[in-house]
């Protein structure tokens, strides 16, 4: 069989996995025909408009909707005094309309129902609401009294690590560096804002959602609504990005449940712009000490990275920003950890590649400014230190190419005819600079459950029907996994059918931590495998045995991001003239999605490197910076055009299909790449993002 | 007691895609709104509601619009074209092929508004309206002439379309397919447009 088995995948190989083939969903997309979740309108729809909290901290007092209700078209207006009474859901933020507690500004406190959307709407401003108001604090500061070292940051790391002896290390080390960076928060804002439809039919429960999983979003419903999963249907067909912040239920489906639960009619809720900062998660701000003791070769003796950063009163979400200084380079002493406090803001959650986005950013940064020290070049500096094994936990790596990323990168770059002198090229009036960062993202894999059923082989149509509740957020996943099912079967891409997106299918994990591929394409690769052997018509498999049953390795994709810039002499304009990365990641499965995941990975990294920015209001509480007006994402004319390359790597100690997950790893290595060329350029170190020009022109 | 309020709706005709739509629209309602709930032509997407994204674009008389940002009310009579007008999944525009061709998306909620202002921006082009990052000596060509569409002045055109994905390398090469493949630059797309308008 192994013999058989190798031959049909070689051949297989060139024809469908690894081929670039088109996106299956991509004439509904480029046509309009797609639907997402607010594109959904059942016969007497109505809908809704959540009123969000107008103070930042404090309790409702009492709600007046008079003057709401008395609007034509009004249905309903539900507050904590009136709404459907909730079971409590693991997230707490989805625990909304059940007290008349405020935890922060835009803590949604009412929802207005009515006939249509205009109504809803004037429904919403009419609601009056009263509130008991308390002070609040929403100012992080490194000595603020209520940090703390959490057990666990996000992912479940330990919060505090040490290895050696970091102090001593440190101490004795002949050059020291001692670096502070600061992030300020950073919002996902996917194009298409959270939007839920639902509908209840008999004791039925359909939502439309717009999630990056269907089955975590059932099951939250089931233990909010008191049902059995079986009577969830929650539909994420299409999603216009999540990028982390539909990773679990946000609050439109739960309202849109709870709407629809109290008018007896289908509820839309699609949130307005403004208020997803509030609501559906953030990056949290970060301040960063990296301490580095190097010897005079340019290893590191010491790597110190500790980690300020905050949450809300709701929840603890820890962004692990410390994390990849426990993987990256090899030390003697290395000291990793993090401090949080729990402020009146809104609740942090994922953002794309958390912990390694923000962490890689400071510690690319710092490795960047000891080659600079050291008079070294920082690509050599990096391979210098590169580990033989994890250095946090001793074990081997599955694979590790980093090296080769570095070189390839550089030779593709032209790196070698760089001259290290900061601030000495210009163009007119333009500073120009070229600077290079490291990449790295863990491997990431769960359970999965999947099905493929032979159909009637007549040639009428496909020959085999795949069905998984993937959820493709814009990354391929449909056309991937059909092309995983294809290479499995040994049959053309057309002859496989694929559903995704819906809770009825068979359950699958989430569209998060770049494991989407490697989690449902396991299940798909084995469902199919196993039809190929036995020859029936239909075979369901779970993967959980097969994952737990995983051999001990550190499994980290990698990755060299270089970037060249310009800064206005004298507007401190930074823009970015070219952008390269070189992954090390695994198989790539479909070239043509592959480019465009690392590309758009990068593009979001240039936007945290040079235009994203959020704050806090200390006076008012709540973010300042809400829409896309005041919260700069890169727009076509900032962004050149972008390299994005990959390596061959075969790593026998991964799943089946060979991927290590592509998602988020083009972010990582992009603010620092910009940061370290913006200092070549201008010869200052800011430690800082965005780098805006009120920051960069000349003083 | 809140006075009975009176003429809140008006009764009138939109062009949609060559089709001729008698709806009654709430006076608040955006043309977004109307196409998007009352028509069914969910094509055109709500990414911000405020003008700040283009996910919304159609074509007013061939001209781009944020349609979120345009009472429904102001327009009777008004010819419209957006997405669903363009092509469809046997007969796309060339422009929704070469999106697809190039993957110039990914979530793809953008993109009806990419392709739209694409299209409209190509005929603008073509019309010789120039922009930010039009060239000195562009400016002094003579009036109406077709402008040159290098990747800056794409980008610069574009700029009104953000997408959150990060497509926006691709999506300069789609546009530059179009503009290359179809002979005499924009006058395909133009032509097109104006049937689709008509």
Known sequence: MAVDDTTRTDRTTERVLGSPALRREGRAKVTGTARYAAEHTPPDCAYGWPVAAAVPHGSVTGVDAADAMALPGALAVLTHENAPRLGEPDDPTLHLLQTPRVPHRGWYVALAVGETLQTAREMAQAVRVSYDEEPHDVRLTDDHPGLYHPEQANGGYPGDRETGDFDAEYAAAPHRLDLTYTLSPLHNHPMEPHAATAVWEGGHLIAYDSSQGATPVSETLATMFGLDPKQITVVAEHVGGGFGSKGTPRPPVVLAAMGAKHTSRPVKVMLPRRELPSVVGHRAPTIQRLRIGARDDGTLAALGHEVTTHTSTVKEFVEQAAVPSRVMYGADGIRTGHRVVALDVPTPSWMRAPGDASGMYALECAMDEVATALDLDPIELRLRNIPEREPDSGKPFSSHHLADCLREGARRFGWERRDPRPGTRRDGDLLLGTGVAASTYPVLVAPSTASVQALRADGSGPAYHVRVNATDIGTGARTVLAQIAADQLGVPLDAVRIDVGSSDLPTAPLAGGSSGTASWGWAVHKACRELRESGGSIVTVDTTTDVQAQEEYARHAFGAVFAEVSADAFTGEVRVRRLLGVFAAGRILNARTARSQFIGGMTMGLGMALTEHSSLDTRLGGFVEKDLAGYHVPTHADVPDIDAHWIEEHDPHLNPVGGKGIGEIGIVGTPAAIANAVHHATGRRHRQLPLTPDLVVPR | ?198
């Open chain 2, 1 to 198: 007691m809140i006075p009975q309020r009176t003429a809140t709706s008006s009764t009138l005709t939109l062009h949609v895609n060559d089709t001729a739509h008698t709806v009654t629209v709430d006076h608040r309602a955006t043309l977004l709104d109307v196409l998007r709930e009352q028509l069914d032509l969910t094509g055109s997407k709500k990414g911000c509601d405020h003008g700040q994204c283009g996910a919304c674009t159609v074509l007013l008389e061939g001209r781009r619009a944020n349609s979120c940002l345009l009472l429904a009310v102001a327009h009777d009579g008004a010819h419209l074209t957006t997405v669903e007008g363009l092509g469809d999944e046997e007969r796309p525009h060339p422009l929704q092929q070469a999106f697809h061709e190039r993957d110039a998306f990914q979530c793809g909620y953008c993109t009806p508004g990419q392709i739209v202002s694409g299209v409209g921006m190509l005929c603008e082009a073509a019309e010789g309206h120039p922009s930010h990052a039009t060239r000195r000596e562009e400016l002094q060509r003579a009036t109406g002439a077709p402008a040159e569409l290098d990747r800056d002045e794409i980008r610069e055109r574009m700029s009104g379309n953000l997408c959150r994905c990060g497509a926006y390398p691709h999506i300069v090469e789609a546009i530059e397919d179009v503009r290359e493949h179809v002979g005499g630059g924009t006058d395909h797309a133009s032509r097109r447009t104006e049937e689709v308008t008509a």
